[in-house]
């Protein structure tokens, strides 16, 4: 069973240009939660989906940013006109279901870096 | 708000035992404890987690206050693979979002 995947692993942009990031949830999975993680900081929850939907979206900026969890395929975050402030490791992770028992699987991460 | 607190570094040498504290002190009845540690460019991976009693797994064993106000990671024979970063984080029941907060970085000395 293959863990989360997220591609790409690296991602290099000049200001104003659009990011994408993808992830892939652990088979069966089909909770999903988006974090940032700036250098020697620890993780911001951005936003979680489930399949089709937003449940929260409190820690992701109101601008340039969105998330989606379509039926078919992978979860994707967009990052539009990005700034240099946005260069961050962002990291997926999935889950079976919600509650105290159901640890979070995480992906490796995409590296944003913003030139 | 991570809700826990952590001591920002630790040493311990190679083969000797790690005790990685946290402190929890407003948690609720009904809070599990949840340890993560994220190795050097890596996402993170969930170590164990528990509610009252004293647990272990094949990686770690975790002790937890009577008063559940605290609680420690044990890490029965330190290797240098496990340098990283260890995350202890409060899990209520249901969705939470979860808040890692900025952990311990534990080296480990050959």
């Given at each position: 069973?293959?863990?989360?995947?997220?591609?790409?692993?690296?991602?290099?942009?000049?200001?104003g240009?659009?990011?994408?990031?993808?992830?892939?949830?652990?088979k069966?999975?089909?909770?999903?939660?988006?974090y940032?993680?700036?250098?020697?900081?620890?993780?911001?929850?951005?936003?979680?989906?489930?399949?089709?939907?937003?449940?929260?979206?409190?820690?992701?900026?109101?601008?340039r940013?969105?998330?989606?969890?379509?039926?078919?395929?992978?979860?994707?975050?967009?990052?539009?006109?990005?700034?240099?402030?946005?260069?961050?490791?962002?990291?997926?992770?999935?889950s079976?279901?919600?509650?105290?028992?159901?640890?979070?699987?995480?992906?490796?991460?995409?590296?944003?870096?913003?030139? | 708000?991570?809700?826990?607190?952590?001591?920002?570094?630790?040493?311990?040498?190679?083969?000797e035992?790690?005790?990685?504290?946290?402190?929890?002190?407003?948690?609720?009845?009904?809070?599990?404890?949840?340890?993560?540690?994220?190795?050097?460019?890596?996402?993170?991976?969930?170590?164990?987690?528990?509610?009252?009693?004293?647990?272990?797994?094949?990686?770690?064993?975790?002790?937890?206050?009577?008063?559940?106000?605290?609680?420690?990671l044990?890490?029965?024979?330190?290797t240098l693979?496990?340098?990283?970063?260890?995350?202890?984080?409060?899990?209520?029941?249901?969705?939470?979002?979860?808040?890692?907060?900025?952990?311990?970085?534990?080296q480990?000395?050959?």
């Amino acid at each position: 069973n293959a863990g989360v995947m997220q591609n790409p692993r690296h991602l290099v942009r000049r200001r104003g240009q659009e990011a994408r990031l993808r992830c892939s949830p652990m088979k069966g999975h089909s909770h999903v939660y988006w974090y940032r993680q700036l250098p020697e900081e620890g993780l911001k929850f951005m936003v979680y989906l489930q399949k089709e939907n937003i449940i929260d979206e409190s820690g992701m900026p109101k601008e340039r940013f969105s998330a989606e969890f379509p039926k078919e395929g992978p979860s994707i975050l967009r990052i539009q006109q990005v700034v240099r402030g946005d260069s961050a490791a962002y990291f997926c992770a999935s889950s079976l279901d919600t509650g105290s028992h159901n640890e979070q699987f995480f992906g490796p991460g995409t590296r944003l870096t913003v030139l | 708000d991570a809700k826990t607190t952590q001591p920002n570094s630790m040493e311990s040498n190679e083969e000797e035992p790690v005790h990685l504290p946290c402190n929890h002190s407003t948690i609720s009845g009904t809070d599990y404890i949840h340890w993560y540690r994220q190795l050097p460019s890596q996402g993170p991976e969930y170590v164990i987690h528990g509610l009252t009693s004293n647990v272990n797994n094949r990686m770690a064993s975790l002790a937890i206050a009577e008063d559940r106000k605290s609680s420690t990671l044990i890490l029965h024979r330190a290797t240098l693979r496990d340098a990283a970063v260890y995350y202890c984080i409060r899990y209520s029941g249901g969705y939470q979002k979860v808040t890692f907060g900025t952990g311990t970085k534990l080296q480990v000395i050959p």
